[in-house]
């Protein structure tokens, strides 16, 4: 709670994306259904909450961190921006670059005490979004990298996956987005927005919703000189 109150991660988006992406306000982006992002507003930089905190879990005198992250130039860019931000709340990240091989290896074992990365869902379903990620069943695995628990949201996460009512699925999805949110196991930073060009003289390119180009019904285009 105290990194999440320690970062902008507004700033870190625009600063690292150029303005692209859209900053995250809830596990779950704005396309994937029963979504509460459009709900929510960016959470602000609380420099003094987090350092109160950290001086409540003992921490008043600094924590020192590793930081994982796999080679790239932009997580690199994005990871050194956190770092700066973190330091000015009394956390020293030391920075741990390896290889993707080696950072899944480490995620996998629960050898990781801060890291970066990114997930896309394999279905625009929050439960593709949420269950893998934050599910007690697999620990340290299957996407489960924060090692989260939480017998709460064990129970919503099931209840979704057996639930066919929308209504219902609806109100189950939304509260376990929130007690993602509070229990905090990781801080989204950003919703990836992906953006295609194509010459003007073909039409009926559309996206699918994954946000990968469909050409099935894509033509040429005749177009007026006049």
């Known amino acids: 709670r105290a990194i999440e109150k320690g970062l902008d991660i507004d700033l870190i988006n625009r600063v690292t994306s150029n303005g692209i992406y859209t900053t995250a306000t809830s596990p779950c982006a704005p396309d994937i259904i029963y979504s509460i992002a459009n709900k929510r507003r960016v959470k602000k930089r609380d420099v003094e909450g987090a350092k109160s905190l950290l001086f409540e879990a003992g921490y008043g005198n600094g924590l020192?961190?590793?930081f994982l992250v796999a080679e790239s130039f932009e997580r690199m860019e994005m990871a050194g921006k956190i770092k700066e931000q973190l330091w000015r709340i009394g956390i020293?990240?030391?920075?741990?670059?390896?290889?993707?091989d080696n950072f899944l290896e480490k995620l996998e074992a629960g050898e990781a005490e801060l890291f970066l990365m990114g997930s896309a869902p394999d279905f625009p379903d929050p439960d593709s979004v949420l269950r893998d990620s934050f599910i007690s069943t697999s620990p340290y695995e299957n996407g489960n990298y924060f090692g989260c628990a939480d017998e709460e949201l064990d129970a919503l996460l099931m209840e979704g996956i057996?639930?066919?009512?929308?209504?219902?699925?609806?109100?189950?999805?939304?509260k376990a987005q929130l007690r993602v949110l509070e229990l905090v196991p990781c801080i989204f930073i950003y919703y990836e927005q992906l953006n295609l060009a194509i010459k003007?003289?073909?039409?009926?390119?559309r996206m699918n919703p994954l946000g990968y180009p469909f050409l099935?019904?894509?033509?040429?285009?005749?177009i007026s000189e006049d």
Not at 200 to 205: A, D, I, L, W
Not at 216 to 222: E, F, G, N, Q
């Open 200 to 205: 003007r003289h073909y039409e009926g390119v």
């Open 162 to 174: 057996s639930t066919v009512d929308t209504t219902a699925r609806k109100s189950i999805y939304e």
């Open 216 to 222: 099935a019904y894509t033509h040429p285009s005749i």
């Open 64 to 66: 020192n961190l590793t």
């Open 92 to 100: 020293n990240l030391e920075m741990e670059i390896v290889d993707w």
